[in-house]
């Protein structure tokens, strides 16, 4: 089996643990100090370690490009994150390609990348990486902070994972799902979905009260959730394109278009435009 590293944790992670801040007392403030092969070296050490305990022999380094296509449907997409990388962070990966494929597609994240390469071929692939969101991708999944073995995540769970982030939002991403929907609301919509019904009441803000209705499908209720707090189906639409991670299908790589998940089908989004 080959494994989908995710070189964008697994190089900042090295990069970082080989970087040492210091205050030189010269009044400039500190300075970052960093040996490039040192750091370089622990990038590798990274990722043949995750290799090895994903049961892989090989692997392939995915990457994340500058741009984003979800920034194009949701500006706000990790507005608040800075682009600075650790100083040692572009020569790691330029000493990394030496020895492995580097998978990188301009628009698309390595988590992308992985999601689309992981479900192509049913068990060829383990995509290795410490971010929860590859729990929202059918495939085999390989955590290295958590697991002691690759585990299967099924589609059923993945697309169980996926709405539940698209309700509860990613605040370290920038989009903050549902208003007033959190953990427990959410595992309640999921388990057992139900309309939701405005009932008129003046002593409420709003005018109305919310009361749990008949069963209906999942879609609906996280609708009638939304309409409470506040969202309309077209935005909650794009919270749930923006917390989907790509999956085979899903990217045109010869006409560089994303294909945007909706309730009713794929809707194209042109990558160059």
């Not at 500058?66 to 800075?82: E, H, L, Q, V, W």
């Not at 939701?196 to 879609?219: E, Q, R, V, Y």
């Not at 996280?222 to 969202?231: F, H, I, N, V």
Request: charged share 25%.
């Amino acid at each position: 089996m080959l494994a989908l590293i995710d070189g964008d944790l697994a190089i900042y992670r090295a990069t970082v643990a080989a970087q040492t801040t210091i205050d030189t007392g010269d009044g400039l403030g500190v300075t970052d100090i960093v040996d490039p092969d040192q750091a370089a070296r622990a990038a590798f050490r990274t990722i043949k370690d995750w290799t090895k305990r994903a049961g892989c022999s090989s692997a392939i380094v995915c990457l994340s490009s500058g741009d984003n296509f979800r920034k194009k449907i949701f500006p706000a997409y990790k507005a608040n994150r800075t682009s600075e990388k650790p100083a040692a962070y572009q020569y790691a990966i330029e000493q990394i390609a030496s020895e492995y494929k580097l998978y990188r597609e301009p628009g698309l994240e390595a988590d992308d990348l992985m999601g689309i390469a992981g479900t192509s071929e049913a068990g060829q692939f383990v995509i290795v990486s410490t971010d929860k969101d590859m729990r929202t991708i059918p495939g085999i999944v390989f955590n290295p902070d958590k697991d002691k073995r690759p585990r299967p995540v099924r589609l059923a769970l993945a697309d169980h994972n996926w709405m539940a982030q698209t309700m509860m939002g990613d605040t370290v991403d920038g989009y903050g799902g549902i208003p007033m929907v959190g953990e427990t609301i959410a595992r309640d919509i999921l388990t057992r979905p139900h309309r939701l019904n405005a009932i008129p009441n003046k002593k409420n803000k709003s005018g109305f009260s919310w009361k749990k209705g008949d069963p209906c499908s999942l879609w609906e209720s996280m609708c009638d959730y939304a309409e409470k707090g506040g969202m309309s189906v077209d935005e909650l639409i794009v919270q749930a394109q923006v917390s989907r991670i790509l999956r085979n299908g899903e990217f045109d790589q010869a006409a560089r278009v994303v294909k945007l998940w909706t309730p009713t089908g794929y809707r194209d989004l042109p990558l160059d435009d």
